[in-house]
């Protein structure tokens, strides 16, 4: 008689990883890179033709220029996973457990409540205008609909706002997904260094070549 071993477990499939959810201006985007190349146009005309310190003052100003205004307008990103949430300022980036969030709201600004501090989302302008377009198009599709004889026909309410549906979105991935054992920890900080020299650097330099002029 032959002894029957017991089945080797069959190994479970690991559980499917999603990419981040990324939210960012596209009008910020669009702003960032028409300024940047208006700037190395000027600029490089200014450093082709100009003469005397003309050329190195305005290669020390783009050195300081361009980084600042890539930072505000390119750089803000927000990324949404399944563990935690990370803001990219201009300056900083936030990483914050989605346990940690205390409360999202946007009002004049996006921000997020977390560890008891408060950190603007660059990445997710508010735009009043907007919100004030969309609640037009939405009285006057509920006047509609108030004149429809069959719910059939009636037109569709409009969404929000972007921003408001953005942070609709961030509050319930914070709601679904804080009790996860890799949602927890706490709030860092990390300061942008890569952008912050450069722009120091450039005003540095700027500031002497005017000092010495």
Known sequence: MTSSDDPTPTPQPDRPKYDDRSYRSVAGIVTGVLLIALSLWLGGDAVLRGSGRTPWLTLAGLLAALPLLAAFTIRPAVYAGEERLRIRNPFRTITVPWAAVEHLRAGYSTEVVAGGQRF?????????????????QTARAATATARQSSLLNAPEVPARAWSDQAVDE???????NAAKPGA??????????????????GAIVLAVLLAIG
Request: net charge positive; aromatic share 8%; charged share 25%.
């Open 120 to 136: 603007q989302l660059w990445a997710i302008p508010v735009s009043l205008r907007a919100r004030k377009r969309v609640a037009r």
């Open 170 to 176: 961030l509050r319930d991935l914070a709601e679904t």
């Open 184 to 201: 927890q920890g706490e709030v860092s900080v990390r300061w942008a260094y890569e952008v912050i020299a450069p722009i120091v650097t």
